[in-house]
């Protein structure tokens, strides 16, 4: 029982450089989300897509790009890496948000990923 | 817009005593949900409690339970009994009614470190 897989665990990135994070859940949840989280700020959200074919920004969308490739798979891309992009980044899904009957249902999160921008 | 606000950066207890970690939040809404997550030095985000905004009684699961008070915007998370392994970072956190996205709004976090 996986749940939700991030890929890689660890990167370090030069400045400029481009890269996608990976996010798959296997729980056939319709929403997803992108969340960073760096010190003393908690998690903030980048973007997130409710359901299959649809993504909307957070509240720290500038500098990334997100494809919602089929309903298990939400991809976080950076475009030109900035060392301000330095964080650990979350995956996470839930399994519906339009629809009361599921609305105290908890979001999942992924093991997160510890990307360094030099 | 919502905000959450946990004002105490870092917490110590001595095991088997109780603790309680503070979380104000800030919202116009009527309907909404608050939650509490763990974080240990895995990483991994757990699920500690979750309360409905619309229900009056204060969630409980086993060790953990919540003081909610609506009216004081207030979701404080009571530890008893603490144990090794509730060392962790605990985030509050909030999320409007369906039909929202789903957000979650975090807030900065408590360290809680137990002391044997």
């Known amino acids: 029982n996986a749940g939700v897989t991030q890929t890689p665990k660890f990167q370090v990135l030069k400045t400029g450089q481009s890269m996608t994070l990976q996010c798959a859940q296997d729980?056939?949840?319709?929403?997803m989300y992108w969340y960073r989280q760096d010190p003393g700020m908690g998690l903030r959200l980048i973007y997130y897509s409710a359901s299959e074919g649809t993504t909307d920004k957070g509240e720290v969308p500038n500098g990334y790009n997100v494809s919602r490739l089929n309903k298990r798979e939400f991809s976080l891309r950076l475009e030109s890496a900035a060392p301000s992009q330095t964080s650990v980044y979350f995956c996470?899904?839930?399994?519906?948000?339009?629809?009361?009957?599921?609305?105290?249902?908890?979001?999942?999160f992924g093991d997160g990923t510890r990307l360094s921008i030099l | 817009a919502q905000t959450v606000t946990q004002s105490q950066p870092e917490m110590s207890v001595q095991e088997a005593e109780t603790v309680t970690l503070s979380c104000t939040y800030d919202t116009s809404e009527s309907d909404y949900y608050l939650f509490w997550y763990k974080q240990p030095p895995s990483r991994q985000m757990i699920l500690v409690i979750r309360q409905e905004a619309y229900k009056q009684q204060n969630a409980t699961e086993n060790r953990f339970s919540v003081n909610f008070q609506k009216a004081a915007k207030s979701f404080s998370l009571k530890i008893s009994d603490s144990q090794l392994g509730d060392a962790a970072m605990y985030f509050c956190?909030?999320?409007?009614?369906?039909?929202?996205?789903?957000?979650?709004?975090f807030g900065q976090g408590t360290e809680l470190s137990v002391k044997p």
């Open positions: 996470a899904s839930k399994k519906r948000t339009d629809n009361r009957f599921y609305s105290n249902q908890p979001q999942h």
């Open positions: 729980m056939n949840h319709n929403s």
């Open positions: 956190a909030y999320r409007s009614d369906y039909n929202q996205g789903g957000k979650l709004i």
